[in-house]
């Protein structure tokens, strides 16, 4: 059974980084042919894919965040990171980690609980 768990801190102040990690648990983020994913959604909102870090290390982002994500990993931890720069009140929202596979894309067997993320000064 792998569990994914998250952490960071739950309150960032606007301009500031927002940088969560997800410690895996029951499986390898390194095994074929899975992607390591962020999800958020805000209060009142649908959920929204932020992106991936897959297990060949490879990334990808949402579009619309892309220029301010950054996903990477610590493969000797079995953990990934999220960290969203220049955040405002918009960017507040719980934020999800998940597994997704390659070969069925949009499929996350395996999600966080999910922290709660404010952006306030």
């Known amino acids: 059974q792998v569990q994914l768990q998250e952490s960071g801190p739950g309150l960032v102040k606007p301009s500031q980084t927002l940088s969560l990690t997800c410690t895996v648990s029951?499986?390898?983020?390194?095994?074929?042919?899975?992607?390591w994913s962020w999800i958020r959604q805000p209060p009142g909102k649908g959920l929204e894919w932020i992106g991936y870090?897959?297990?060949?290390?490879?990334?990808y982002y949402s579009p619309s965040l892309k220029s301010r994500t950054s996903i990477s990993r610590d493969t000797s931890k079995n953990q990934f990171t999220l960290q969203l720069s220049s955040v405002t009140p918009e960017d507040t929202a719980v934020y999800y980690c998940?597994?997704?596979?390659?070969?069925?894309?949009?499929?996350?067997?395996?999600w966080g609980q999910g922290t709660q993320v404010t952006v306030s000064s």
């Open positions: 998940a597994r997704e596979f390659e070969g069925d894309i949009a499929t996350f067997d395996y």
């Open positions: 029951g499986g390898s983020i390194t095994t074929n042919y899975y992607y």
């Open positions: 870090i897959a297990y060949s290390g490879s990334t």
